[in-house]
């Protein structure tokens, strides 16, 4: 593939996104690359989740380790890549970047398709972690934009920030430095809105049921791209034609996702996300400018993926009357059985999906779930199995389960731990072998991350009559999970909206709301130039996904449950 001619700093450059997640549509990238004029199509496939999956895949395989998914992706697209001359960056190198650099090159010379591909080396510090399945530092862009600028047509890398996809690309396309802190963190708002695909689509979007004009088909919504500017702005946009719609509300929910306060950190820079100005720009067009940046911190994210045991779990359904004591019974006869052999962990939670005088069995039910933990396989396995068996014609009227409980399975946990950026060797590998040391910020051009000031709020709005309503009739939210801790962004869509919210969702009332968050702590952070609140719920996952603590282990309806608990709305709102 011939290197793209010198940018030219008064052209926006064009990127685009065709991976939200190991497992996203296949079509993507053929998608992006048929639809319209790009630049650079960038794929995100690591999640906390993603690192331990691929860890366990490396166990068995040593030359494992990466997303086997971009490798055929790019068999039959690398051709559309060279032809339309646009350069592909991707973290889907997981904890093999090398290796799958190399099958991509192999790949290229089978199809016989010239093509130069470099790697961003570094972030792997597993030998300093014994005892962790995957350890590894997120890494910035500036490793990225020293394999662009040496002619890279692809780019691998392992963990890097999502936003790094973005940024690199656009440091190396404007040559921007260290030092371009406002130009630099603009990039990073755009990377974060690109990360997840077509959640800034009108995927998994609040309000997604209203009319819209000109209609809307969210069936297969389009995946985003991104028009960034030489000053650091950009639009957030998605090809002609394509389903869903970007508005200003799509572009502040995805801003809202997996972050917390106003200083959203980085390697590479700190972007203050209570000056990031959203407008829209035209149809499918919102323009995001503003964006200040300050000195990233003198520190780096380690994500550590470690074995915590095993797990099992078992559904008791309970239909009709008595759900109450049908459920005291059952956890009356599995203790006696735990009495003799209990795992280390147990833990019982009652489910009432019934309702009275139901015209369907299922809708008469109730679940009851048992979730158990150990180190030890057998304590989980063998010990619940048989107790659940054996109660089958000796419990409650109309026993049965959702599935019988098997051998157990293996659980992991995500823990993040911080250490000097200048203990990480970054390091840009390029095509023809030669490896480009990517230096730390030096101590003194870093500020350590303090939380913002509070900002100003609006006044309240005056007295007036109420209904008791949904939240979720006047604003809008998207939740997520960041190990073990939940993010709930809220914002409201007008500004008399935003007065209420502003003075009526405090942490306490959350707390009210969200009787699970009782007893944890809930930080909430307010961003008024989105009309946006923050919360973040520290320790409601546990130790993270993968440990699967909780119903919904990643948080991702959390926002939903709480849009549907009622409050006195002023009625002039609804």
């Known amino acids: ?146 394999c662009l600028r040496e002619g890279a047509d692809i780019v691998v890398t392992g963990r890097v920030t999502d936003a790094a996809l973005v940024m690199g690309p656009a440091a190396a396309h404007f040559g921007w430095r260290p030092g371009d802190h406002d130009r630099l963190a603009g990039a990073v708002v755009a990377g974060h809105v690109l990360e997840c695909g077509t959640q800034v689509t009108g995927g998994n979007y609040a309000f997604f049921a209203e009319d819209r004009p000109g209609g809307r088909d969210l069936r297969r919504p389009g995946f985003p791209l991104a028009e960034i500017h030489e000053d650091g702005s950009c639009v957030i946009a998605k090809h002609p034609g394509t389903g869903g719609f970007v508005d200003v509300g799509t572009v502040t929910a995805q801003l809202l996702y997996e972050t917390t306060g106003a200083r959203y950190a980085g390697p590479d820079v700190t972007a203050r996300l209570d000056t990031v100005r959203l407008t829209q720009d035209g149809p499918d067009r919102v323009r995001i400018d503003g964006v200040r940046g300050e000195a990233p911190p003198p520190t780096l994210k380690v994500g550590r993926t470690r074995l915590g045991g095993f797990r099992n779990e078992v559904v008791f359904v309970l239909t009709g009357l008595d759900i109450e004591a049908k459920a005291a019974l059952v956890r009356e ?69 959702l599935a019988p409980p098997g051998k157990g399975s293996p659980y992991g946990v995500f823990e993040a731990a911080y250490i000097p950026q200048d203990d990480v060797e970054h390091v840009a590998v390029h095509d023809d072998g030669r490896r480009e040391p990517v230096p730390a910020p030096p101590a003194a051009e870093t500020l350590v991350l303090e939380a913002a000031a509070e900002p100003d709020l609006p006044d309240p709005l005056p007295p007036g009559p109420v209904r008791r309503a949904p939240l979720g009739l006047v604003a809008g939210a998207r939740s997520g999970d960041k190990g073990g801790n939940a993010n709930v962004g809220v914002w409201a869509r007008t500004d008399e909206a935003w007065r209420w919210l502003a003075h009526e969702l405090t942490a306490d009332r959350f707390q009210q709301l969200i009787p699970e968050s009782q007893g944890l702590t809930v930080t909430r952070h307010a961003l008024p130039n989105l009309r946006a609140l923050n919360f973040v719920v520290e320790g409601v996952l546990g130790a993270g996904v993968a440990a699967q603590h909780r119903f919904d282990p990643q948080a991702k309806a959390l926002g939903e449950w709480l849009r549907s608990r009622c409050l006195d709305i002023p009625e002039a709102l609804l």
């Open 1 to 146: 593939m011939t290197a793209p001619a010198a940018p030219r700093a008064a052209t926006a450059l064009r990127i685009g996104n065709a991976s939200g997640f190991y497992g996203d549509r296949f079509d993507a990238v053929r998608e992006m690359l048929t639809g319209g004029e790009l630049d650079v199509l960038t794929g995100d496939y690591l999640a906390e989740l993603t690192m331990l999956i691929l860890g366990r895949d490396r166990l068995k395989d040593p030359s494992a380790g990466y997303a086997r998914t971009f490798l055929r992706q790019l068999e039959e697209s690398l051709g559309l890549a060279h032809d339309r001359r646009v350069r592909i960056v991707t973290n889907a190198g997981g904890l093999n970047p090398a290796g799958l650099a190399d099958a991509v090159r192999q790949l290229a010379d089978r199809l016989g398709i010239p093509v130069r591909v470099a790697h961003v080396e570094g972030d792997d510090l597993g030998p300093g972690h014994p005892g962790s399945l995957t350890a590894h530092a997120y890494l910035g862009g500036f490793g990225i934009a020293a």
């Open 333 to 401: 006869q599995m203790a006696d059985a735990f009495a003799k052999s209990r795992p280390q962990e147990v833990r019982w939670e009652l489910v009432r999906t019934d309702r009275p005088d139901a015209d369907t069995e299922e809708t008469a039910s109730a679940l009851l779930r048992l979730v158990v933990r150990d180190p030890e396989q057998a304590m989980v396995g063998r010990a619940l199995s048989g107790a659940a068996v054996e109660l089958a014609l000796a419990s409650y009227p109309g026993f049965h389960v």
